[in-house]
């Protein structure tokens, strides 16, 4: 619709999780490299959390697309399990391997037999359970068991968990004593700041073909307020904010556009109604300094994906 009115060849801030739109804050960074660091060293449990729509997902697609041949990966979104039968079959569906017609002894000898194998062609086998903050105490000590495969004194299989903050508070209960102890690498992913917002901003427009002034230099601060640097959040703003300049064929967004989108959307995107934290400013008033943002407040766009 817009794409060649700003001379586009995409949408630059499509929400799916898109690796080829990746931009590596320092936090990213340090996030894929704890996950490479894992599987290379083929630690057994691993642990990556951070707020809705800060880019884990993205991470995960970016490093199972650097995996090689020596690696085997298995990723499991759905983690609604009713039962361990459920949760083995969801496993061998994510490792291409059979799981219709099977009883539990058989889906985990399945599942133990393929990952001996590659064991034994020195290929790693790596579990990936994204969202698994809803996963219960019940599924997580299943997962512990089921890591619990040995080939002599090797664990031969790879469990990452990644998911939304109250993972972390999950295993921090007691029952899960001996789940937390066996987590080696853990890492939250934290919100993007000012100046990586406006890097991220100009990223994902350059990614897509178009100029890095296509967003006025007044109009950062006020996204990253409205957003609390969630790159998620930031693409359904800036989204917005493309068509809403390209319907008044504007050449540049500015700080009326943002803050159109914003008064006009505000009471759409939380049950509740409401500014809920965002503020909008002119151009003069962001040229004072910028306090971190409170995560805890979240902003409208947050509290409508909370509630989606």
């Not at 041949?69 to 391997?97: H, I, M």
């Not at 997962?143 to 004194?153: D, F, K, P």
């Not at 350059?206 to 957003?227: C, E, K, N, Q």
Request: charged share 25%; hydrophobic share 40%.
């Amino acid at each position: 619709m817009y794409e060649a009115f700003y001379g586009l060849n995409e949408k630059p801030f499509s929400v799916p999780p898109d690796p080829s739109f990746l931009y590596l804050s320092d936090k990213h960074k340090k996030a894929l490299s704890r996950l490479q660091y894992s599987i290379l060293n083929r630690v057994s449990f691993t642990v990556i959390t951070g707020e809705i729509g800060s880019g884990k997902t993205t991470l995960i697609r970016e490093l199972i697309r650097k995996f090689d041949q020596d690696v085997s990966v298995g990723l499991v979104s759905n983690v609604n399990f009713s039962s361990f039968e459920e949760l083995l079959q969801w496993v061998l569906y994510a490792f291409e391997l059979e799981y219709e017609s099977k009883d539990k002894v058989s889906l985990f000898e399945a599942f133990t037999d393929f990952v001996i194998k590659n064991y034994s062609a020195s290929r790693n086998t790596v579990l990936i359970i994204d969202e698994a903050q809803n996963l219960d105490v019940d599924t997580l000590e299943q997962l512990r068991m089921l890591s619990n495969i040995n080939v002599g004194q090797h664990q031969v299989l790879q469990l990452i968990l990644v998911g939304q903050s109250g993972l972390s508070d999950m295993l921090q209960r007691p029952e899960l004593e001996q789940f937390a102890q066996r987590i080696e690498v853990e890492y939250f992913l934290r919100p993007l700041d000012p100046d990586e917002t406006k890097h991220y901003i100009q990223h994902r427009v350059r990614i897509a073909g178009g100029d890095d002034d296509l967003f006025s230099p007044d109009t950062y601060a006020l996204i990253w307020r409205g957003t609390n640097g969630i790159p998620r959040l930031i693409n359904i703003l800036c989204g917005m904010a493309l068509v809403y300049a390209f319907a008044d064929f504007k050449d540049q967004i500015d700080v009326e556009v943002i803050n159109h989108v914003l008064d006009d959307k505000k009471d759409n995107f939380s049950p509740v109604g409401g500014n809920n934290g965002i503020s909008l400013v002119n151009s003069q008033e962001q040229d004072s300094e910028i306090n971190a943002p409170d995560t805890e407040s979240l902003s409208t766009i947050e509290k409508f994906l909370l509630h989606k």
